[in-house]
């Protein structure tokens, strides 16, 4: 079976910011992506996503190299000083690479 690598962009941040980060994501090219909710602890401490406020989103976007490194940076620029986030990029195999 043939595989076509793309990149996984995960951002797992505050839920607070799941409307924007969708807009911006969209605009900076992502064809698609996945939210879950998430719990964890970290350098800001811990979050049970018990309550709104105190919930965390992970945000998955499949996409080319490109796409990927758009978005990381636009967040990184734009988020990462006032808000709880992590970010990272891994590769994927996907079967159907026209769908990212």
């Not at 839920?15 to 064809?31: P, R, S």
Request: proline fraction near 2%; include cysteine.
């Amino acid at each position: 079976m043939e595989s076509f690598t793309r990149k996984l962009l995960t951002i797992v941040t505050e839920a607070a910011l799941e409307t924007v980060l969708v807009q911006d994501v969209e605009k900076l090219g992502a064809h698609g992506y996945t939210i879950t909710d998430a719990r964890g602890k970290g350098h800001r401490g811990a979050r049970s996503a018990g309550w709104e406020t105190d919930a965390n989103i992970r945000l998955e976007v499949v996409c080319d190299e490109p796409t990927a490194e758009r978005i990381a940076a636009y967040v990184r620029d734009h988020y990462y000083e006032n808000y709880a986030m992590i970010l990272f990029i891994s590769d994927v195999s996907v079967l159907r690479p026209e769908k990212f």
